[in-house]
DNA sequence: CTGAAAGCGCTAACAG
DNA sequence: CTGTTAGCGCTTTCAG
């Protein structure tokens, strides 16, 4: 069997509530007697029986990090970032649980004896019953990445709209006016921002486009090949298209270069998201990258405050976004410049 | 406060023994009684707290997935697909604790107290005194991805012999003849083992190469570039080079193409591993797929048995690879064919 | 088949 | 500053 305080009690001949107030470092204990036990402690190697002080303090010392799912494909960056993020924050004083939230049949085991807080790292919105249960059950609870409506929860996105008012702003700095949008997936507010990013920096840069520029989508490969290929067959053609998502600007490539087109020689293409793949496609996409790791680590750290310290702060607050210049985009001459 | 067997058993009119005994399906209990208690636990929603099992029983079902290191960079794949495969297999029976050995000062908090089982997916030989600490306090460990020298542990790695055997078949199937060899890192098991399937290939097939075919490296990107001037200087010219991993690879094509030669039409290019961008970079490269997740699942189930049954096999198991056919090997007519 | 009692290792009133 | 005592929620002898 292993070490316990008692063991140590005996040792040191105290009782063995004396040594664990010493070994948490009360102030209530001779300084001298203190040193004494913990010297007795190390020696001993003891480690504390973390199921006793977690029964009796009733934390669990586990922290969950939950994903939306952990069979889509495209969450290999994200799981890593958002695992560095927190674990860079909460150090051993926490135990990382890592898991798909659709690897839970039911929500039985979720509560809070078994977590002291969880993170959702959310992609979509089938994990709303998932939040609504967090909440209802008052289990400490930080939202990542997506904005949730209905329940009000801490909850930490990426600004959205900047970060497509900045890579729409570039498009109109590289001298392009004829700048179309493919729309993300209806309804989502990721969709709505990154359109009112667009909108208003063409309007701020007094940029006319043609009727037919905006086509929807659905955040997909498939979609983005597909509306592509709507504006491709439009009278005045863009010479660049504003891609909702990094998945859509694949599948428009896909049609671009099917027609025998080239990007970005013929048509400049900018994505959103930053994924892995986007650096090293050809040619590699110039993209807006949503600061996930910053997220995570900030959000582990509000997490923690609530905890510990029962500090609350339920409103949304954005994250910036970066400007990643890549190889999608070429610099038009204006007309008056030649 | 939340629900506790007591407040069942006070429901039931039984002793919280009883229901004890009836929630864990014990053989001694009236079927009757079973049954209504059990009725009555879920009515009242009733989720056992794992702190007090876990101090009586001494099991904490937590499960540790350890990394060498969450800092390094090539991670991502390896992680997502790591927690992916040990996830599906622990379902909600454990939790999957994920963190980077290098997180830890010190592993006096990692003991058979807060850790049922430990997986470590080894990346290098930085983590041996982990390995060694584990096995001296006698958790159940498995090591998955390297072959671990030393200690006798439960080792899944990939069988990397037969996966460069593999590789070194196709480039000789496509016709090639001056295949060069750059080398991993000296000391190293894999280094070894795939020098070895190299080797085996070429003399299964009888074919003979020059001296100064076989350049040492150090499994990084710098290594690949030096290594692959090195060979771009021989006097008589590979047509194909087998790199031993990806990133020495990548390496490998930066030299090519600053010499203005091109992949694969001067010299074919192949890797091992199969990292994230391999897929992406231009050409996409063919190298030898590492069955990370099936490696994980396959570990995980092996520590479950370990943990619940006992059954041990410290023996080191091989898994295959897989030949990944990508862009970057060009078929070459061979003399006597025009 | 069921219950009483003990105890896992720890923390926290309460009393000195 | 230190010790006594109780109890967190659960499982497990041991008796019936």
């Known amino acids: 069997?292993?070490?316990?305080i008692k063991d140590i009690a005996k040792l040191a001949g105290v009782s063995h509530t004396t040594v664990s107030r010493a070994l948490n470092d009360s102030p209530l204990i001779n300084p001298e007697t203190k040193e004494r036990i913990q010297r007795i402690a190390s020696s001993l190697n003891y480690t504390p029986n973390f199921s006793a002080r977690s029964l009796v303090l009733d934390r669990s010392y586990n922290l969950g990090l939950f994903f939306s799912t952990l069979h889509s494909g495209t969450t290999a960056g994200f799981l890593y970032e958002a695992v560095k993020g927190v674990n860079d924050v909460i150090k051993d004083r926490?135990?990382?649980?890592v898991r798909g939230i659709d690897d839970y049949k039911d929500f039985h085991n979720i509560n809070r004896k078994s977590f002291d807080g969880l993170i959702v790292m959310s992609q979509s919105a089938s994990d709303q019953p998932f939040i609504e249960y967090a909440t209802e059950k008052e289990i400490p609870l930080i939202v990542l990445n997506r904005q949730v409506d209905g329940v009000q929860v801490m909850n930490l996105v990426p600004d959205d709209k900047s970060g497509a008012y900045r890579v729409v702003e570039y498009l109109i700095r590289q001298g392009h006016r004829r700048i179309a949008i493919l729309e993300g997936k209806p309804g989502f507010k990721s969709t709505q921002a990154r359109r009112e990013g667009y909108d208003e920096a063409l309007r701020d840069y007094?940029?006319?486009i043609p009727g037919g520029y905006s086509v929807p989508g659905e955040y997909d490969l498939e979609s983005g090949y597909a509306?592509?290929?709507r504006l491709l067959e439009h009278p005045v053609r863009p010479t660049a298209v504003f891609c909702s998502n990094d998945d859509m600007a694949l599948g428009a490539v896909k049609a671009i270069t099917q027609r025998r087109l080239k990007v970005p020689e013929d048509i400049s293409v900018v994505g959103f998201d930053d994924l892995l793949f986007s650096g090293f496609m050809t040619p590699a996409l110039t993209t807006v990258r949503r600061p996930i790791e910053a997220m995570s680590r900030e959000g582990a750290i509000r997490l923690l405050?609530?905890?510990?310290?029962k500090q609350v702060e339920k409103d949304t607050v954005y994250f910036h976004t970066e400007l990643v210049i890549r190889e999608s985009v070429t610099t038009i001459q204006e007309a008056n410049d030649q």
Do not use: R
């Not at 069997?1 to 316990?4: I, K, N, Q, W």
């Not at 926490?94 to 649980?97: G, M, S, V």
């Open 1 to 4: 069997m292993s070490v316990t």
């Open 227 to 229: 509306g592509m290929n």
């Open 305 to 309: 405050a609530f905890i510990e310290k």
């Open 206 to 208: 007094g940029v006319q």
């Open 94 to 97: 926490y135990n990382l649980i």
